[in-house]
């Protein structure tokens, strides 16, 4: 990287509390840090663990997900249902070696701007001390990895003289993260 | 003019906003950025977007360069995705193949870094170019709105509101907590500036409310549940039991005069608890609907089982042949459809008590400015004769504190707006009934409205004293002869500099507004959002200031600030007119959000099927597939969230949209 490294963080607000309360934020002129980009969907409750993995796997240093407080959703409970798969991807991330600090699930309400700043501030210089994930390039590693796992299994084999066998090896390459 | 959709052509534009956004993002140069990205055939920059000239540039240019998709970066979608829609439109290209950046409220006006502001801006452009590229056709669904409407507070805002409905033939509920409507109005003397006579002006108002044919009062009543979506409300009312059929009764209050309790003997709640009244009352003369109600709490017919048979039914004796008293009514609920709601539920008047230096509760000599209201009116606890709580003192002096609870940071920011001139309207009238030397304790004189400046001029030329600075405390404690027996005001002069105790006989605190304790029950019932004061919050603070995020429900009155009479009525004939342009229409346009399931890929898991809140999703048992009923469906995405299968998709939110924004996002190093 050859540019300054600054941590990069996507964060899914909902429509009706999160987002809003980020507007509030611009309304209000806060300031905060520059990192984070917002993708807006309806509500928490559409965040799929496949955004958060997504995300990260595409070179995010963390996730932010904001929603309504309990009891406020717009959807009546989407945000319990965001809740649920949060706890358990947080739990999952932890095991493949991904720093709690990195995901974040926070409800912000329509009238809280200035949560909005506080979080994205403290979240910037918590994964700024954490340093960059930095997914992307691991991945290549892998990759790389396997691919010379691949060569060693042939190489052994060919010196073996075992018949090749066709369903003993990768027919083509299983990319992680596509 | 469908164009061919194998190609996307994507017009991207962005907007300076003035200087809003151009002063932090550098605008020519993001668009030469998005210029370079796959798919932007043109990519501009403009002074205003949201203008007739920038929308006119947009229709133009799908002509001119066969666009068949744009991306605005500009404000916030939540102002003005509508706008850019109808302009996509205008052009002739179906307007979800659009979408929009917001670089202001997200951007230009949250950041302080030039370079950082511009760079994410292009990255999200850079996201919303690489989302726009997936998005579908769709159309807006009509869904047909109930005519009726339901409006919640009976104050001034609500009466008004409802008239202004029931006269355009509209049906409306009016859904009143207390026994009677007319709100915090009912209890004023006169109303400032023109002192015209507040119950002369309200209670015709009342009068004709109970009595309109398209207008169901529902008093003594409070809504418990709500559930629906714009123009198809359902709404849970729960009527408190009155102890009187309010069909029979017809006001008449011999059951009054003939309770068992010769005096009157309970607070009486209209009079600011400086009367009594019986177990058996009627809340005011004009009261809306003159119907009489029963407190259990303290009739005795409801406390037979401790006190036996001190109760003799008098009052249904009075009552005779009518049959109104019923002492074994019970909570009912009422179920109505609405659809549309008018929010007006007022406001609560500052508890004096929390600051205790001004001796409220403790000192008799202390009044709030609603108490004084009661003392001044013909009709209150006194008959309209100022005097001190021993019933019989005139007061001599008079000090009237203004921003009790208000423009305080250890109590309420706020300013109230309106005990600037309603501590005027106070020192007029006490003066008037008492000839006392009134002194008003004002921070800054605030007086904007239509003759509030003159009233003011005329206030000082009566002779009124005003005292620049915030009261310090109300004593008891006399340094001199003069102050024995009197009520000391400590105050700096801050235009004089220094401080001065004025000694008074008794003193008045102008209390402020605030939201009512339980508004954020009400918030919630109603799906609605507080500012961080709680008070409900205006979908825009000027272009939507009757509108809440939740469609088909509008606010009026103070329960969304401070205000006065004339504003308020303003904004509920303004609710009104805006429940009217729906109702009118028809139909309601809905946002195409919703989710559908692929039959063919869905496997039958029935994960989605208990993640419904709106249990818009059905299994066919037969097939073995969730379908989504679209009607029901409010677009929430769970669903979709959690299909193992992959099988249910959004419109507008899509996983293909959304993940092509992710990538979008990152990609812009």
């Known amino acids: 990287m050859s540019k300054e490294w600054k941590p990069r963080i996507v964060a899914f607000f909902c429509n009706w509390c999160t987002y809003t309360a980020a507007d509030l934020a611009g309304v209000s002129r806060l300031k905060y840090a520059s990192n984070t980009r917002v993708i807006r969907l309806m509500c928490s409750g559409r965040v799929d663990p496949q955004f958060i993995l997504d995300a990260l796997s595409k070179g995010a240093d963390a996730v932010l997900i904001g929603g309504c407080h309990p009891f406020d959703c717009h959807y009546a409970e989407g945000n319990y249902k965001c809740l649920r798969r949060f706890e358990m991807l947080k739990r999952m991330l932890k095991d493949m070696g991904v720093e709690e600090d990195r995901i974040r699930l926070e409800w912000i309400s329509a009238a809280e701007g200035a949560k909005v700043k506080t979080v994205i501030n403290e979240m910037v210089t918590k994964v700024t001390e954490l340093g960059p994930l930095g997914m992307p390039q691991k991945f290549e590693e892998w990759d790389k990895e396997m691919e010379q796992l691949t060569h060693h299994v042939q190489a052994a084999d060919a010196a073996q003289g075992a018949p090749c066998c066709a369903h003993a090896q990768p027919q083509k390459k299983e990319v992680a993260h596509v | ?669």
Request: net charge neutral; aromatic share 8%; with cysteine.
């Open chain 2, 1 to 669: 003019m469908e164009m061919n959709q194998k190609e996307i052509r994507i017009g991207f534009y962005v907007c300076h906003c003035g200087s809003n956004i151009a002063a932090m993002v550098d605008c020519p140069d993001v668009a030469k950025y998005v210029g370079t990205l796959p798919n932007v055939v043109l990519s501009r920059d403009y002074k205003y977007m949201c203008s007739d000239p920038g929308q006119e540039l947009i229709a133009k240019d799908i002509a001119e360069h066969k666009l068949n998709r744009i991306v605005v970066a500009s404000c916030s979608p939540l102002l003005h995705e509508h706008t850019f829609r109808g302009a996509v439109e205008a052009g002739g290209v179906n307007p979800f193949f659009f979408h929009m950046v917001n670089i202001r409220e997200h951007d230009s006006w949250v950041h302080t870094d030039r370079k950082e502001a511009t760079e994410k801006a292009k990255g999200l452009s850079q996201a919303a170019i690489a989302r726009v590229a997936k998005h579908k056709k769709l159309e807006q669904k009509k869904v047909p709105i109930h005519p009726d409407v339901l409006v919640v507070g009976g104050g001034i805002a609500g009466i008004h509101a409802a008239m202004t409905l029931a006269n355009a033939g509209k049906k409306v509920y009016l859904v009143e907590r207390e026994p009677s409507i007319g709100g915090h109005m009912a209890k004023f003397d006169k109303t400032f500036p023109t002192l015209d006579c507040a119950a002369c002006i309200l209670t015709p108002k009342m009068s004709a409310v109970g009595s309109h044919p398209n207008i169901t009062l529902l008093s003594y009543s409070e809504v418990t549940k709500m559930s629906g979506y714009v123009g198809n409300y359902d709404v849970t009312v729960k009527r408190k039991p009155r102890y009187i059929n309010e069909d029979l009764c017809t006001g008449c209050q011999d059951c009054i005069s003939h309770c068992v309790f010769k005096e009157p003997k309970f607070a009486d709640e209209f009079n600011e608890n400086l009367s009594k009244r019986r177990p058996v009352y009627i809340p005011f003369p004009q009261a809306t609907p003159q119907v009489v109600l029963i407190d259990p709490e303290v009739c005795l017919n409801f406390k037979r089982s401790v006190l036996t048979d001190k109760c003799k039914k008098t009052c249904v004796e009075a009552c005779g042949e009518k049959k109104a008293i019923d002492f074994t009514q019970k909570e009912t609920l009422l179920d109505i459809k609405v659809g549309t709601i008018i929010v007006s539920t007022g406001f609560q008047t500052f508890d004096a008590k929390r600051i205790p230096q001004y001796g409220y509760g403790k000192y008799p000599g202390v009044y709030t400015a609603l108490e004084i209201e009661r003392l001044v009116n013909t009709s209150g606890p006194t008959g309209g004769h100022v005097v001190l709580r021993d019933g019989k003192t005139e007061p001599k002096s008079i000090g009237i504190i203004h921003c009790v609870g208000s423009r305080d940071k250890k109590t309420n920011r706020w300013c109230s707006r309106v005990c600037c001139m309603y501590s005027m309207k106070l020192a007029h009238l006490l003066k008037e009934h008492t000839g006392a030397e009134v002194y008003n304790f004002y921070i800054d004189m605030r007086t904007p409205g239509k003759g509030y400046e003159e009233f003011y001029d005329k206030l000082l030329e009566e002779g009124n004293h005003f005292i620049r600075g915030r009261v310090g405390e109300v004593t008891d404690w006399a340094f001199t002869k003069e102050e024995e027996g009197k009520l000391v005001i400590r105050v700096e002069d801050t235009l004089a500099g220094y401080v001065r105790r004025i000694p008074v006989d008794m003193v008045v605190l102008a209390t402020g507004i605030e939201p009512h304790s339980d508004s954020n029950d009400v918030r919630r019932l109603f799906n609605m959002s507080c500012g961080s004061e709680g008070f409900f919050l205006e979908r825009h603070p000027k272009l939507a200031p009757v509108n809440t995020f939740n469609d088909g429900i509008y606010i009026a009155g103070c329960c969304q600030g401070p205000r006065d009479i004339p504003d308020t009525v303003a904004q509920a004939g303004a609710a009104a007119a805006e429940c009217m342009a729906l109702i009118d229409k028809g139909h309601i346009e809905q946002e195409p959000n919703t989710a559908f399931v692929l039959a063919d890929e869905c496997c039958g898991c029935k994960s989605c099927l208990p993640l419904c809140p709106y249990t818009a999703i059905t299994f066919d048992e037969a097939l073995g597939k969730a379908s989504i009923n679209e009607a029901l469906c409010k677009g929430c995405g769970t669903c979709v969230a959690a299909c193992p299968s992959g099988s249910i998709v959004q419109n507008l939110f899509d996983d293909e949209e959304i993940f092509s924004e992710i990538k979008g996002v990152l990609a812009y190093e």
